[in-house]
């Protein structure tokens, strides 16, 4: 998509700033403000600002020790918890202050976008279809998690490599992680796109560095905490009260039928994370030869991809780390992506709020029934990221072994 170059003239009023993009630039601000400012937000939110009330009250280190379910980086948590202080002195709800900066970020992400496929015809599309995705709109405003961060750091880390700012772009991916973890699994995409040794090993080194610099002081203070709490956490496999699972291949499968492969699910459920890690290392190696920019946007995407087909230890936020690189596998997939994942997400949470506005409490266990719509989309939505991880890995090992063929 962003290979395209941009002609004297562009054709059609899309492929040009507009009415169009004003109109797609304040009704996606509208929305954001409006799920920010009125809504509750899933549990997440509630359990940020126990998190948020306890680094306060306990420090940090004591809140750690407190609650082993304190999965959060040092940095992100200092910064909400503090935030979520100056907001009760302001009386501005803890939600709003939780939310709102977030969904300021995913504006940046916006705007990287257009940065990042400056060549292409499409990047006002690009950009205006991230901002009003629902998923973008949901996870950074309703939501009430870090999550959407971890996409406009990896936009803007493939910005700068696409301008060779290697060292710059370690600094930015390193930041992610003062966040959230997921960026780790781009690494091995990244450093096998890097051409030379030198580069790979200053990207690694200034990313390291970068990264450790604000786990230091607690690291030093107990690092059993830390590296048992943040680094050990590997997240959960939602199931709600009727047995009904969220996301997964095997969590898919109702809970009757699912009796019938215990030995199975117990393996995959194990070993999930080899499971999800030997595939994305091995994807990302035989993608080494793939040097532009776009390719190492589609290697990204691929990775995602495969680790939403594969796991089972998931969450619904976890969509949003990768939602701007789905362009880079192509209009079909995006779109469908955006419907089928998109819908069921707002379909579930209307469902669980009991509101199309997503107003009042989302209550994960009090619909211990989904209805069939909603199940249908779940299933689509998995199907379409396994057969899509089976595309581009298929694809990838194709490419390797025409590559030891023709001896390069």
């Not at 997939?333 to 409490?361: E, H, K, Q, R």
Request: net charge positive; aromatic share 16%.
């Amino acid at each position: 998509m962003a290979g395209r170059r941009t002609g004297d003239r562009d054709s059609y009023p899309w492929q040009r700033p507009g009415a169009w993009l004003w109109i797609v630039i304040v009704l996606g601000f509208l929305l954001r403000a409006w799920l920010v400012v009125f809504t509750e937000g899933t549990t997440d939110v509630l359990i940020w600002e126990g998190h948020a009330a306890g680094a306060i009250q306990k420090s940090l280190v004591g809140y750690y020790h407190a609650n082993e379910k304190m999965n959060h980086p040092p940095f992100v948590s200092s910064v909400l918890a503090h935030l979520g202080w100056a907001g009760h002195q302001m009386d501005i709800p803890f939600r709003i202050c939780l939310r709102a900066p977030f969904a300021l970020l995913d504006a940046g992400t916006a705007l990287m976008l257009l940065v990042l496929f400056r060549a292409s015809r499409w990047r006002f599309v690009i950009a205006a279809f991230y901002w009003l995705s629902p998923l973008t709109i949901i996870y950074s405003s309703y939501h009430g998690n870090t999550d959407s961060a971890m996409a406009f750091f990896l936009v803007l880390t493939v910005v700068l490599l696409s301008r060779q700012q290697v060292g710059w772009a370690g600094a930015v991916l390193g930041m992610s992680l003062w966040i959230k973890l997921p960026a780790v699994l781009v690494l091995p995409a990244i450093v096998c796109w890097l051409p030379r040794w030198r580069a790979r090993a200053a990207f690694a080194a200034v990313m390291g560095l970068v990264a450790v610099s604000t786990y230091v002081p607690v690291l030093l203070d107990d690092p059993g905490v830390v590296v048992h709490n943040v680094f050990g956490y590997r997240g959960e496999a939602p199931i709600n009260v009727g047995g009904i699972g969220a996301w997964g291949v095997l969590l898919a499968i109702p809970d009757g039928a699912r009796k019938h492969i215990v030995p199975l699910f117990e393996y995959a459920m194990q070993h999930n994370m080899w499971i999800c890690l030997l595939p994305i290392l091995l994807y990302s190696w035989m993608r080494r030869d793939h040097c532009k920019i776009d390719d190492l946007g589609r290697t990204i995407a691929g990775v995602y991809v495969i680790f939403y087909a594969l796991t089972h230890y998931w969450a619904f936020q976890y969509f949003a780390w990768a939602i701007p690189f789905w362009f880079f596998l192509g209009w079909p997939f995006t779109v469908a992506a955006t419907l089928l994942a998109g819908g069921y997400v707002y379909l579930l949470y209307w469902l669980l709020c009991d509101s199309p506005w997503l107003i009042g409490y989302w209550n994960w266990n009090g619909r211990p029934d989904w209805p069939a719509h909603v199940l249908v989309l779940r299933n689509l939505s998995i199907a379409l990221f396994l057969i899509s991880a089976v595309t581009v890995m298929t694809q990838a090992t194709i490419d390797e072994v025409k590559r030891r063929r023709s001896g390069v």
